[in-house]
């Protein structure tokens, strides 16, 4: 709104001079108060959604970084036993700070690579495979809890017999 404008509205209105003066005075004046924050409002709402997306981001990269630590997969020397597999198993389960333990088959862990990165790819490519190539790389699924030492529950299942090799999910990205 222009001055004038402003002027003409204001004299329509009861009030004293002073009043009116400082009114108006107000409403052309870019300055509300001494305060620093109503002069840059703009600028401190941006740097505040900025301080809160930063904040959001780093917290879900931590939690998805903290979940590949804690996903482990163990895989066995080759050669080895139905029976020891099951002896492991059930050692798996008795380690502290092992939330849960799943077996994935050799044809499992085939069907999942497959989806991975074969699924956009011709079909013929799998169907050239006569045998799995995959079939020692039957495994365990192992989740170790939250508040335990990853690095302890690790070197545990090590020293397990027949234990050929642990990664999680940050491992198996690099190589």
């Not at 004046?29 to 301080?51: C, D, E, Q």
């Not at 997306?53 to 939690?63: E, R």
């Not at 066995?76 to 799943?102: C, M």
């Amino acid at each position: 709104m222009s001055r004038n404008h402003l002027k003409s509205t204001m004299e329509t209105i009861t009030m004293p001079k002073e009043m009116q003066d400082k009114l108006l005075d107000n409403c052309i004046n870019t300055r509300h108060s001494g305060n620093i924050l109503f002069r840059y409002s703009k600028l401190a709402a941006a740097v505040v959604m900025a301080v809160i997306l930063t904040a959001i981001g780093s917290t879900s990269y931590a939690a998805y970084d903290l979940y590949q630590v804690k996903n482990l997969k163990v895989f066995f020397e080759i050669g080895i036993t139905q029976e020891k597999i099951d002896a492991i198993g059930d050692e798996l389960n008795n380690i502290p700070g092992i939330y849960s333990v799943r077996f994935v088959s050799a044809d499992e862990a085939w069907n999942d690579f497959q989806r991975s990165f074969f699924s956009d790819m011709d079909e013929d490519i799998t169907a050239s495979f006569t045998e799995n190539p995959l079939k020692d790389s039957f495994n365990y699924d192992v989740i170790v809890e939250l508040n335990a030492d990853t690095k302890a529950v690790r070197d545990q299942i090590a020293q397990l017999d027949g234990v050929r090799h642990i990664s999680n999910l940050k491992e198996e990205k690099t190589q």
